[in-house]
């Protein structure tokens, strides 16, 4: 594969415009922002060379296949609250991408998924062992990095692993009896996602110098936020416009993911029988490989999506809230626009 060295933006990052930004202070910000995500991409590619041969071309497959690197940006972006960005900021950056990568490795062959960042998935062109060992090889260098931090680094990578794997395992085994699906599914998110992006954004609080005061502040807008990301996905999971989505219209639908429009709709239909009808459509054509094409094309217009975008407006809103006490400037505004940026995704 060809080595890409992607041009790094804080816009394209979190899905802001640039105009937003239009003091000299704001533009400071953003330069600073924009250099330091240009270091931490030379960063992971130089952590992520083997002299392995096979290890250095796995390790980086998904790394040069893209990214939006969202985590190192709010990481680089909170540290602004501080210091600003310096070689520790950068580090801690790099590893959490790296962490985020690692997984991606793993949850591509537990959900047997075909394609990640327009690509194959790395266990559909080697296989699930070399997957699962070059996600194992990648955690191994985020926790090198990390390491290097010290011990509250360390614990901070420890608690957030522990969270991601758990999100995982309760996704695998569904909800249990007397579980709300709805709730296990909202808790899923935020171990699977949100607790990596809260990592994210507190650990430039934490390297930067800035004090304790806004840790818990912006931990709680990370998670939030990426809560509200994932319930996005799943409304962009049914949309028709493929040249935006890069994916066909119900492709985790099809495929059996669960998704939150699939769990309303399975709430519905033990009253509506139309909402019955729908959903009987979509297991019937599941279980026979049938294109689905009409009943996806239903349950995107079904108050089901309806309700699934209003709930991640509503995580989008608190995730804002959450940073009401942050003061005022380039880094509150961002991430309020950010938020906002997340849910418009779905228009």
């Not at 083997?50 to 796995?58: G, H, K």
């Not at 497959?61 to 969202?70: D, F």
């Not at 028709?240 to 099809?254: P, S």
Request: aromatic share 4%; with cysteine.
């Amino acid at each position: 594969m060809t080595r890409v060295r992607r041009r790094a933006s804080m816009a394209a990052s979190l899905g802001v415009g640039e105009a937003i930004f239009s003091t000299a202070e704001e533009r400071r910000v953003v330069s600073e922002v924009e250099r330091g995500l240009e270091a931490v991409e030379a960063r992971l590619l130089n952590e992520v060379d083997f002299a392995d041969e096979l290890a250095d071309v796995t390790s980086r497959y998904l790394l040069e296949a893209g990214g939006k690197r969202i985590r190192p940006t709010l990481t680089l972006l909170t540290s602004q609250l501080g210091g600003g960005v310096d070689d520790r900021v950068i580090t801690a950056a790099a590893a959490l991408e790296i962490t985020h990568l690692a997984s991606l490795y793993h949850d591509d062959v537990m959900d047997e998924a075909h394609m990640r960042r327009g690509v194959p998935s790395a266990q559909t062109v080697w296989g699930n062992s070399v997957a699962i060992l070059t996600g194992d090889l990648l955690f191994a260098r985020a926790s090198k990095l990390i390491a290097s931090l010290g011990e509250d680094a360390i614990r901070m990578q420890a608690d957030t692993f522990e969270r991601l794997c758990l999100g995982q395992l309760h996704e695998t085994i569904g909800p249990q009896e007397g579980d709300d699906p709805v709730e296990h599914y909202i808790q899923v998110l935020a171990d699977k996602t949100g607790s990596l992006i809260a990592a994210a954004a507190r650990i430039g609080l934490t390297f930067s110098a800035a004090g304790s005061e806004f840790e818990r502040n912006v931990e709680e807008f990370g998670e939030k936020i990426g809560v509200a990301f994932q319930l996005v996905d799943d409304i962009i999971d049914l949309s028709a416009e493929f040249e935006q989505t890069g994916k066909v219209a119900g492709t985790d639908l099809r495929a059996g993911v669960v998704t939150l429009p699939l769990l309303y709709l399975q709430r519905d239909a033990e009253h509506d029988a139309d909402a019955a009808a729908l959903l009987a459509r979509i297991e019937a054509g599941r279980a026979s490989d049938a294109p689905l094409d009409a009943e996806i094309a239903e349950l995107r217009e079904h108050s089901a999506t309806t309700r699934t975008l209003d709930e991640a407006h509503r995580w989008a809103r608190d995730a804002q809230a959450a940073i009401e006490p942050l003061p005022a400037g380039p880094v509150k505004k961002a991430l309020t626009r950010f938020a906002d940026s997340i849910v418009e995704r779905s228009s």
